[in-house]
């Protein structure tokens, strides 16, 4: 007899369907699993035997021949077992085969029956749904996760024998109730700590209401670290389409299964990070630090530390939005929309420039400037040099607190989605040089200052682009509806390391 059921593998971060087709004939017992599975899916044959016998169920003694259909597609991970168990049972009688054509299954089995965690329940979920399939089966512990996509009836048991039941047409059991949460929250960093740094909080707010890059160069205990980590806390809230993309990565990564994410991410990986690590990578692919600080922000400390190789890994998945990591002729394409804040110092010891106490040389320099390569700089839309505070602007009280700077950022992001509803981007960072053409409009003063720059030969045609979004994110800022000399003058000051004091006057 011949059952199948539907269940999903993971893609990269997209959910792909997958049919598990049982046949059982008459020969000598055996179990086969056919289907391009890894070594966690052959394993899956020993699995599923235990998980029936030991939920009292009968494993048929024949020839059992189990295929993951399409055989094109790389079956990954041991998600495959309820849907093999449950088509072993469908095939032999004991659960009804047309009933489960209104399910899809994702799970993996212990050998006592009971269906373990399994990362990845909210991006099966959405391909159930896209599938047009009215119920999930999915273990009890992912079913919040789960239920947060709408237009699919989430089913969340413990073992394969509630599975059984419910397909029998037993009550749905109902979805566990919400974990509590028992930690104490931290407070979070807020500007209202700052002192002086007018330019760089000025940086700070341009990066957050536009999607921009921004790197902080001075020396050591200036503040940078301290106010990049203050970047999320003046970031907008996520939409909950964001809301459940970044949720869903994350559980694919395996670092989230319960209830949707609603804090932006903040990556700050360490300097001894691998390329692969990064960007993603591995056997099988999996996400790197790039695609779990989507739609957040990804923090380079010491960015002159990274690797040369790692830093270039980056170059790409800044300019497209994604990365696409290609392994033994199959390639899987990761999100990577996110905020770059980096933070470096000017020299080795990190004295250079601010009084005598760098003692680096010629070649030492030239060695600490070819770790951050032209290009990767290029795609910086800030550079911005944070000076040691005065100790009167150590006394002097905040400029500007999270709550005021979030309330500004927030109405110039409106203005944004406004701006560019029907188009792929979201924010003035993510518009493409057609956009930037058609949404950027300069008055002649500040057509003339920017034609004089690029002319100066201080911009690529690159930097030109990215001069023209900043632009229009200082003159969202201000409720501008068009680009003014001012905000060109700016740009182009906060995109010199040496030009703070200039972007003030500015």
């Not at 990845?120 to 896209?130: D, I, K, M, P, S």
């Amino acid at each position: 007899m011949l059952a199948r059921v539907c269940t999903f593998t993971i893609d990269g971060v997209d959910p792909r369907q997958v049919w598990a087709e049982v046949d059982i004939r008459s020969g000598l017992p055996s179990f086969t699993i056919v289907g391009l599975g890894d070594a966690a899916v052959r394993e899956s044959r020993d699995r599923v035997r235990a998980a029936i016998q030991n939920s009292h169920f009968e494993f048929p003694q024949m020839r059992i021949t189990a295929n993951l259909a399409p055989a094109f597609l790389k079956k990954v991970g041991p998600g495959f077992d309820a849907a093999l168990a449950l088509g072993v049972l469908a095939a032999s009688g004991q659960a009804p085969a047309d009933a489960l054509n209104r399910y899809a299954v994702f799970g993996e089995l212990s050998l006592s029956g009971a269906l373990r965690d399994s990362p990845g329940a909210l991006a099966v979920a959405e391909g159930a749904r896209q599938a047009g399939f009215p119920r999930l089966i999915v273990p009890r512990e992912r079913a919040r996760e789960a239920a947060i996509v709408e237009g699919v009836e989430v089913v969340g048991v413990s073992s394969l024998q509630a599975a059984a039941d419910v397909v029998k047409g037993s009550e749905v059991p109902p979805l566990p109730a919400p974990e509590p949460d028992t930690s104490v929250p931290l407070p979070e960093p807020d500007l209202i700590d700052v002192r002086g740094h007018a330019a760089p909080l000025l940086a700070l707010q341009i990066a957050a209401a536009g999607g921009h890059n921004l790197l902080l160069d001075g020396a050591p205990g200036t503040g940078k670290t301290m106010l990049a980590r203050r970047l999320p806390s003046i970031l907008p809230a996520m939409s909950r389409s964001e809301a459940i993309e970044v949720t869903r990565i994350h559980s694919v990564a395996g670092i989230h299964a319960n209830g949707l994410i609603r804090a932006r991410p903040f990556r700050a990986p360490h300097h001894t990070i691998s390329p692969s690590g990064l960007v993603g990578g591995g056997s099988p692919p999996r996400p790197g630090e790039a695609t779990l600080a989507s739609h957040g922000v990804l923090f380079l400390d010491e960015l002159s530390e990274f690797q040369r190789s790692s830093l270039d890994a980056l170059r790409q998945p800044l300019e497209d939005g994604a990365v696409t990591i290609v392994r033994a002729q199959r390639a899987l394409r990761f999100p990577t929309s996110f905020i770059l804040i980096a933070a470096t110092n000017p020299c080795p010891c990190g004295f250079a420039g601010v009084d005598d106490r760098c003692g680096c040389g010629e070649a030492e320099l030239r060695r600490h400037r070819r770790k951050l390569s032209g290009p990767l700089l290029d795609r910086m839309d800030l550079l911005v040099s944070v000076q040691r505070p005065t100790e009167d602007e150590l006394r002097e009280p905040p400029a500007i607190g999270s709550a005021q700077a979030r309330d500004r950022v927030a109405e110039a992001r409106e203005r944004q989605r406004e701006r560019l509803a029907g188009t792929a981007a979201s924010c003035n960072g993510e518009m493409d040089a057609r956009e930037v053409r058609r949404h950027v409009r300069l008055d002649p003063a500040a057509e003339q200052a920017l034609g004089d720059a690029y002319m100066a030969g201080v911009l690529s045609v690159r930097g030109r682009h990215r001069v023209m979004r900043v632009a229009r994110t200082i003159a969202d800022l201000e409720r501008c509806d068009r680009v003014a000399r001012g905000h060109v003058l700016t740009a182009l000051a906060l995109r010199q390391r040496t030009g703070s004091e200039t972007a003030l006057a500015a």
